[in-house]
């Protein structure tokens, strides 16, 4: 049992309620006597404020200025040593932290101990005892992250720097903390949590590490060898927790200790990686959520999302009787999802139901910066609203890195760099700095990239973030939708001649962003002349993907927009959706509308675009009582078309010229023309099975 505890020339003792200093009893209120013994019982880790007014104060609300009060009177107490020995250090907005290395004794042990401070102390480092630790016991579980600690214990096997990077709120601190847990019994010499989040200065970096290990470092200059020195035959596990606002000199401390310590390993966590040598980077995702999509998802199947079990656990763990089903998976699979599967962002939004139905609080998330401001009251004031922790991102960067954040901002989903360069672009960014500016965000965790590193793009929380830093947003947002416009011109152009599964791997991705543009274009701030340059050169990205009722939506809001000034092109391609697509085959207005695009294209010159549209005129006369008008309409497409080489209209003008022949009982000529179809369709790069008939 321990009797005291002792530290520098002081010696607690237990039992008795006293503290000496030198032998000698020194006095100490008794609010401050308990608060000493609750920090030095806890020798390297973080007492909460929140924790000592708990310990020390049961029951009693009473105000923060208390504990000030009574932690002076003990930092007055421990000044009297006159060793100039740090004993206790303040954690900005969180509590305090005991450094000095402490022995507990014994009754045994007192008997014949020397006193403190003399030649024959054998008081040893706290961060050198058996199975010794400093990190924080969590109060709830961890969950749908047994992958990512499975792959950092293993890194750990075979590197001694791993760091950890990812999104702010997405858990990198949690997870460091908990594979350290599990790998306890791996380091004799501990596993050691330096938090450097309090941080305001970089030279405190070294400071702070030596203080969990019970170093000693009196002056800066000589302060990283002093601590490599003291370490280097250790075998313990350095954690060094949100690196990323002091990243150069966490990179010039690790580096050194890596280098001169040759049995230290070091966990790091930051937004960015350290960038040295014999570094491996895990970085964290975000926990896996529905899709958008997922009207029809079910209890069960929401449950195999981890997002959604983190939502699940922390709901019901508020009292408010709440549980999933089948009829709110949907909705808490939304609000996961729209909240990018971020665990922070999670536990911000479940308290909320305190107050708010579950619809309530999905609504919400459109104003999510003011309705997630519930926090731990012990966390950093960084992590206790979802402002306030992209914030703490954002006011590391550059001025130029903010521009083009917030330019970000206007695009939907993911972008590739060429769209991104031509949107962003301008006085403030160089076209030739976009790249390296948006690599560098990569690297900051604040934009992420697809897996070939082809695109880019926000998450969501992020995304709203930057919206609010945009200044030239109305710019920006013509921008993007003018750039989407002439993109699609291009995809529609480049159909003809390209394989299709080629051409959809290149501009399936644009849909979010022709989603958002169109959104812009016909809302109260937008321009309807851009938006019908977008429908107008959309049909076909609506046609392969499938997306009718979406197709549908915006032809019959761009028909709308229509207007005797609309130019003569505009309205012809609006006219010029695919049969099918929007009306049903055997629908009238169909047909009108085909031939009046004829008539407009006629009188613009475009013969390949008549004989398109003539096309699908003929498509739609193929039955029983108009097939002769049909193939003449055909026939005339056909003609039109084939001077202009091989593309997919001249495949399907073939094919279905040859169901004209069907009809009219020529079996001959029909496999004749359906061979030419296949043929054309081969030149192409199609497969047998993708071609069009």
Known sequence: MTEALAFGPFRLQVARRELLAHGVPVTLGQRAFEILLMLVNRHGQLVTKDELMAEVWPGVVVEENNIQVHISAVRKVLATAGDGERYLLTVAGRGYRFVAPVKRESAAELKTA?????DQSTAVPAAFDAAANNLPQQLTSLIGREADLADITA????????????SGGVGKTRLAIEAGRSLLDRYPDGVWLAELAPLNDSQLVTSIIGEVLGVSLSAPSGAIETLASALKNKQLLLIVDNCEHVIAEAARVAEALMRNCPRLSILASSRERLAIAGESVVRVPSLPAPEAAAGTLTAARAGEYAAVRLFVERASALG?????????????????????????????????????SLEQLARGLDERFRLLTAGSRTALPRQQTLHALIDWSYALLSDAEKTLLGRLSVFFGNAALASITAVVAGAEIPSEQVSDLLLSLVEKSLVHADPAGSEYGLLESTRYYASEKLVDGPRMRRRHAEHFAARLAQATAAWETTPTQQWIACYQPDVDNLRGALEWAFGPDGDAAVGLELVAHSHVLWAELGLILEHRRWVIAALDKVRKGTPSEVTARLLSWQAGDVRELDDPADYDEAVRAAGLYRKLGDGFHEGRVLLRAGTARLLPDSVDEGERLLRKAHALVRPFGTTKTLARCLSALASARLFAGDLSDARSLHRQAIDVYRDLGEGLDERRN
Request: with cysteine; aromatic share 2%.
């Open 155 to 166: 890194r750990l096997g075979s590197h001694r720097l791993v760091t950890l990077t990812g």
């Open 320 to 356: 408010c009787g709440f549980a999933l089903t089948d009829a709110n998976a949907a909705t808490v699979g939304s609000i996961c999802q729209r909240l990018d599967g971020i665990p922070l962002a999670i536990e911000l939004a479940v308290p909320r139901l305190r107050v708010l």
């Open 114 to 118: 020397p006193a403190p401070g003399s």
